[in-house]
Every structure is written in structure tokens, then in C-alpha cells.
Nanobody
């Protein structure tokens, strides 16, 4: 079992920045994947950014150049630095952890609201 605890969401004006954190605990083994999805009201959950324990990263086209995913493997923590936020970035952001067997665990979600 893996537990994920997220933090860092909130209300921000367009053009502002937020940093999300997600700490994993429990049965953590490498290799693994961690990253972020988001779900806006009335929309499907979509991948925002992904990272592997080996260091590779991937981003949705809509956030490339604005969001940066990073991780501290020693702390089993993944971060999402979000800059130049737009109205359309408003969503609940979910952290995930994918084990080497392919099991998927989710965080509880954190609300990000971009509003003036």
C-alpha cells in the first residue's frame, strides 16, 4: 500500500504561481512513476505532468513551458511548480504513484483556482 498526501493548492490570480507537493509513504520501491492529473468541472481527468524515478518527465501540451515537475526520491516526494497560471488551469489536482508492478495510487486531490 502507498499513501499520498498533497499540499499547496489555493486561489491565485492569472499570471501567478503555485507549487504543489505530494509526499508518498508506505511500500515504495523503484522504479516507479509519480505525477499529477487534474480534473476540471464537467471534464475528464487529464494528465498534467509525469516523472519517473529514473528522471524522465512528460507534460501535457497545455502546460509545457509553464509547469515544472520535480521529485526528491530520498523523500518520495513530487512537486509541481506552476507558473503563468491561466483561468483554464482551474481544477482539482491529483497526485498519483505508479508502482513497478503497475498498481496506481491516488492522492486526495487539491483545489487550484485561478481567478481575478
Amino acid at each position: 500500500q502507498v499513501q499520498l498526501v498533497e499540499s499547496g493548492g489555493g486561489l491565485v490570480q492569472p499570471g501567478g504561481s503555485l507549487r504543489l507537493s505530494c509526499a508518498a509513504s508506505g511500500s515504495i520501491f523503484s522504479p516507479n512513476g509519480m505525477g499529477w492529473y487534474r480534473q476540471a468541472p464537467g471534464k475528464q481527468r487529464e494528465l498534467v505532468a509525469a516523472s519517473s524515478s529514473g528522471g524522465s518527465t512528460d507534460y501535457a501540451d497545455s502546460v509545457k513551458g509553464r509547469f515544472t515537475i520535480s521529485r526528491d526520491n530520498a523523500k518520495n516526494t513530487v512537486y509541481l511548480q506552476m507558473n503563468s497560471l491561466k483561468f483554464e488551469d482551474t481544477a482539482v489536482y491529483y497526485c498519483y504513484h505508479r508502482t513497478r508492478r503497475g498498481d496506481l495510487y491516488w492522492g486526495q486531490g487539491t483545489q487550484v483556482t485561478v481567478s481575478s
